[in-house]
């Protein structure tokens, strides 16, 4: 099988993945009806889904770093499909608990075999490669919130279980291009390997502090994704098309900030666009806020572009300075780093629950200050010496 189409396949199972990652933010306030949760408990049911697809995902990532384990994939899918079918089904709060965790160790499964076996597939260009990998991704985490809520509004909380129909797909569709992929990462792991990041002296201070980068980006992020069916909780029961058009702009235009982002760094340099694209966020943040009418549309789509647009990098540039432990360093980022968005989450619902969903959201425009200063700091060359 080409590489062209190897990533295609790759990028739509990783839609496939994200789409159950996308779609339980927007079940939340349906779920918080159901179960009567307060904003903490809602946002901690967030957080156990993103802890199950996080913590784990080194451990994958160890696994796979010491031989492949292309099967990771179609598995992986299955069961994050399972999982967040048999959540509008929890007959109790402890089952909803049980099967959203469970949903999220398919992720944890997926995503470091996903990202080696494109670093693999994609060879010198692994920014752009990880980005259109990544762009599966996006559209699937901006496809899961509006189809949520297409499903839960239409055939209540039981219709959402169709959910699992894209997971399903993709795990057949990964069966018989496992061999291919098994490959190719074979291949890649036995060539000789270079690094833009080669000379970096204190590699585990860098990669901390890209992990701190991309734990402040994920608070915003899923912060955002989560609380803003609840700032438009008037219009989520008279018009829920609006809610999931306003998510749709918000999380769908990673989409073309991830297909911006790859090129960019690899043309600009990784640190460079990191730096940019977070101080974006400021004031980006701020207008998406205070916005009405169009400009809300307008403003989310920015934000939301410029949030996902270092995705892919930080996953290269993590991956350049572990180049022997490509899917550890992908776990590190795309798992135990992202999924700690769920803790931001809690905590904003806590001071939500205390001052209210406006006060809570506007302390998310503190996070990517905090994350520009930091990309100021990273030991990186400013731009790749690829470049």
Same mark, same amino acid.
């Given at each position: 099988?080409?590489?062209?189409?190897?990533?295609?396949?790759? %990028?739509?199972?990783?839609?496939?993945?994200?789409?159950?990652?996308?779609?339980?933010?927007?079940?939340?306030?349906?779920?918080?009806?159901?179960?009567?949760?307060?904003?903490?408990?809602?946002?901690?049911?967030?957080?156990?889904?993103? #802890?199950?697809?996080?913590?784990?995902?080194?451990?994958?990532?160890?696994?796979?770093?010491?031989?492949?384990?292309?099967?990771?994939?179609?598995?992986?899918?299955? $069961?994050?499909?399972?999982?967040?079918?048999?959540?509008?089904?929890?007959?109790?709060?402890?089952?909803?608990?049980?099967?959203?965790?469970?949903?999220?160790?398919?992720?944890?499964?997926?995503?470091?075999?996903?990202?080696?076996?494109?670093?693999?597939?994609?060879?010198?260009?692994?920014?752009?490669?990880? %980005?259109?990998?990544?762009?599966?991704?996006?559209?699937?985490?901006?496809?899961?919130?509006?189809?949520?809520?297409?499903?839960?509004?239409?055939?209540?909380?039981?219709?959402?279980?169709?959910?699992?129909?894209?997971?399903?797909?993709?795990?057949?569709?990964?069966?018989?291009?496992?061999?291919?992929?098994?490959? =190719?990462?074979? %291949?890649?792991?036995?060539?000789?390997?270079?690094?833009?990041?080669?000379?970096?002296?204190?590699?585990?201070?860098?990669?901390?502090?890209?992990?701190?980068?991309?734990?402040?980006?994920?608070?915003?992020?899923?912060?955002?994704?989560?609380?803003?069916?609840?700032?438009?909780?008037?219009?989520?029961?008279?018009?829920?098309?609006?809610?999931?058009?306003?998510?749709?702009?918000? #999380?769908?235009?990673?989409?073309?900030?991830? $297909?911006?982002?790859?090129?960019?760094?690899?043309?600009?340099?990784? =640190?460079?666009?990191?730096?940019?694209?977070?101080?974006?966020?400021?004031?980006?943040?701020?207008?998406?806020?205070?916005?009405?009418?169009?400009?809300?549309?307008?403003?989310?789509?920015?934000?939301?572009?410029?949030?996902?647009?270092?995705?892919?990098?930080?996953?290269?540039?993590?991956?350049?300075?572990?180049?022997?432990?490509?899917?550890?360093?992908?776990?590190?980022?795309?798992?135990?780093?992202?999924?700690?968005?769920? $803790?931001?989450?809690?905590?904003?619902?806590?001071?939500?629950?205390?001052?209210? $969903?406006?006060?809570?959201?506007?302390?998310?425009?503190?996070?990517?200050?905090?994350?520009?200063?930091?990309?100021?700091?990273?030991?990186?060359?400013?731009?790749?010496?690829?470049?």
């Amino acid at each position: 099988m080409s590489s062209p189409f190897l990533l295609l396949i790759l %990028s739509f199972g990783h839609m496939a993945n994200d789409i159950a990652q996308g779609a339980l933010p927007a079940m939340l306030p349906f779920l918080k009806e159901r179960f009567d949760l307060s904003y903490a408990a809602a946002g901690a049911l967030l957080m156990a889904a993103h #802890l199950t697809s996080s913590v784990i995902q080194p451990l994958f990532g160890y696994l796979t770093d010491r031989r492949p384990f292309p099967i990771l994939l179609p598995l992986g899918c299955a $069961v994050s499909g399972v999982g967040i079918a048999l959540v509008p089904l929890s007959p109790s709060f402890g089952w909803l608990v049980a099967f959203v965790m469970f949903s999220g160790l398919g992720t944890s499964a997926f995503h470091p075999e996903g990202f080696k076996a494109t670093a693999c597939i994609a060879s010198e260009r692994r920014a752009t490669g990880m %980005s259109f990998f990544s762009v599966g991704g996006n559209l699937g985490f901006a496809i899961g919130s509006p189809a949520a809520i297409f499903l839960l509004s239409r055939y209540g909380l039981p219709g959402a279980s169709g959910l699992l129909l894209p997971a399903a797909v993709a795990a057949l569709l990964f069966l018989p291009a496992l061999p291919a992929i098994r490959s =190719r990462i074979e %291949s890649a792991s036995s060539a000789p390997r270079t690094s833009a990041m080669s000379g970096v002296e204190h590699p585990l201070y860098a990669v901390s502090l890209i992990i701190l980068i991309v734990v402040l980006r994920s608070w915003s992020q899923l912060g955002l994704a989560t609380y803003i069916p609840f700032l438009y909780r008037a219009q989520l029961s008279s018009d829920p098309a609006y809610v999931a058009t306003l998510l749709f702009f918000f #999380l769908g235009s990673g989409t073309v900030g991830t $297909v911006l982002g790859g090129p960019l760094a690899d043309r600009f340099g990784h =640190r460079r666009l990191l730096f940019f694209s977070t101080a974006l966020q400021i004031p980006l943040i701020f207008l998406f806020l205070r916005s009405s009418g169009w400009m809300v549309f307008a403003s989310a789509a920015l934000l939301g572009g410029a949030i996902v647009s270092t995705f892919s990098v930080t996953i290269v540039m993590a991956q350049e300075l572990f180049p022997k432990r490509m899917a550890t360093a992908s776990g590190a980022i795309a798992g135990f780093a992202i999924g700690t968005g769920g $803790v931001g989450v809690t905590l904003i619902g806590a001071v939500a629950d205390r001052f209210g $969903v406006p006060v809570a959201t506007n302390l998310i425009n503190v996070l990517p200050v905090i994350g520009a200063l930091l990309a100021l700091l990273l030991p990186l060359p400013w731009k790749s010496s690829r470049s």
